[in-house]
């Protein structure tokens, strides 16, 4: 199917132009996520547990419930997905010492060694999308990205009542 055939873009450009911004931001989410799902797949890796890895990278040996937290997904998916990883051989779980209560992730090596294979396939996703964009561009569209998350999470504070 040729780019210019594709049913959602089709669908934006023909049947609902106007629709809500949020459709379009939501649809571009989807997009992006599936391009990069697609290319995980090669190496085994599902989307979801890419979430986890990702945020391991940056921290490792956090709680199940931080890695809930900051993955924005309740805690027993987070146990599924980490007793999965566990599985694979990704992580491993294990309590601190003087700490009996808390499960702490940790990377193993293999899961350490899949980001340098990994975050390039993230960010050509990212080349993909923006292709034709000039800087200026990706530039006004992040910092409108920015704001729209500022001004929900200043929604949020305030109740979701703003007129």
Not at 2 to 24: F, G, I, K, Y
Not at 110 to 132: D, F, I, Q, T
Request: hydrophobic share 45%.
């Amino acid at each position: 199917m040729s780019p210019t055939h594709h049913p959602l873009l089709r669908h934006w450009r023909e049947a609902v132009p106007d629709d809500r911004l949020a459709h379009l931001i939501r649809d571009v989410a989807r997009a992006q996520m599936r391009a990069l799902q697609l290319r995980l797949q090669a190496h085994g890796v599902s989307f979801g547990h890419w979430t986890f890895l990702r945020i391991l990278w940056i921290e490792d040996g956090l709680t199940q419930r931080e890695l809930s937290e900051l993955a924005g997904v309740m805690e027993p998916t987070t146990f599924t997905a980490v007793k999965a990883m566990e599985q694979m051989g990704l992580i491993e779980r294990r309590q601190l010492p003087g700490n009996r209560k808390n499960m702490h992730v940790f990377l193993t090596p293999a899961g350490r060694a899949l980001e340098k294979m990994l975050v390039p396939l993230a960010e050509e996703v990212n080349h993909v999308s923006v292709a034709g964009l000039g800087d200026k561009q990706i530039a006004t569209v992040r910092k409108s990205l920015l704001t729209m998350i500022e001004n929900l999470a200043a929604d949020e504070v305030d109740g979701g009542l703003t007129v």
